[in-house]
């Protein structure tokens, strides 16, 4: 079992002009324990290529393996699908040059007709029919396609009414049996976990009920019913009840965080790597304990 995060977390700095190289990013990571890493590029942009091959290169420099690569979504950003289509092949040439261990979707690319009810059905089929080709194409190539747990937040519909599909666990796992691949698994995302089952208790039993499927993982906290994609234990999640749960399904993938939304003073961000890596090392005693 490894230690790992997004390094990409790294490339913002609190200069708004300045971001760091993926050098920078994975150097940083190693100074504070790493060894392995995810790193999510930037697809949209036309220089994504320039970037894959840099996170490469700085893998190699400063030896370290990446267990990760993060699909495009495309939920919030409503582009034409022709260009998520692209986005999508772009993240699997990605991986595969990075030698990613996983490649993590969201499978929650669906959105009712204006006066339409949500309907899960429809909802499987045109997930189904938009990532079929990329889930096939990955699998090609030797790339390992993961789909990831969601959480309801109403997007475009009234809090009544659900909006993401992959947000009950019955539906990430017609996913995962739809697409019937045993190659294919489950990326448990802790902090959508529990927005979705709002109690450690019914998040303790959904890793239970995904078990095996569970092959890697995003790691963070969060508080006030927000995905806030904060570290372990600066939020509410109660981590000895879900870390014993995930010691119950024989878990041994590697422990990833995914963080977000935020950037750190310069002189800060050594001793706030240092005590992330210390935190994964807490979450695995708690695994052991």
């Not at 699909?71 to 993240?91: D, G, T």
């Not at 990075?98 to 009810?117: K, R, T």
């Not at 059905?121 to 079929?132: D, H, N």
């Not at 590697?254 to 800060?268: A, D």
Request: proline residues 4%; negative net charge; aromatic residues 12%.
């Amino acid at each position: 079992m490894e230690f790992s995060l997004n390094a990409e977390y790294l490339k913002r700095t609190r200069d708004p002009r300045v971001r760091r190289t993926p050098s920078e990013c994975l150097q940083i990571c190693h100074a504070a324990g790493f060894r392995t890493v995810s790193y999510f590029p930037d697809f949209a942009s036309d220089a994504w290529e320039e970037e894959v091959n840099a996170v490469v290169q700085a893998s190699d420099v400063w030896g370290m393996s990446l267990d990760q690569v993060h699909a495009p979504y495309n939920f919030y950003a409503h582009q034409p699908l022709a260009v998520f289509h692209e986005r999508l092949r772009r993240s699997i040439v990605a991986a595969k040059r990075m030698n990613a261990s996983y490649l993590v979707f969201h499978a929650d690319e669906y959105h009712p007709l204006p006066g339409e009810a949500y309907d899960a059905e429809i909802a499987l089929r045109t997930v189904y029919e938009i990532f079929a080709p990329h889930i096939e194409n990955a699998l090609r190539m030797g790339v390992t396609p993961v789909f990831e747990n969601t959480f309801e937040d109403h997007h475009r519909v009234s809090v009544r009414e659900r909006s993401h599909f992959c947000a009950e666990l019955s539906e990430l796992i017609a996913v995962m049996d739809r697409f019937a691949d045993p190659r294919i698994g489950c990326c448990w995302d802790f902090g959508h976990g529990k927005l979705a089952m709002e109690t450690d208790e019914r998040h303790a039993d959904a890793i239970r009920t995904m078990g095996k499927r569970i092959v890697c993982t995003h790691i963070h906290d969060n508080y006030y019913k927000k995905d806030l994609h904060l570290p372990p234990f600066m939020g509410e999640a109660n981590w000895e009840l879900l870390m014993k749960a995930v010691k119950e399904i024989g878990y041994g993938g590697n422990l990833t965080f995914e963080l977000g939304y935020s950037t750190m003073e310069e002189s800060l961000v050594a001793d706030f790597m240092k005590n992330l890596y210390r935190t994964a090392g807490i979450l695995k005693e708690m695994m052991d304990g």
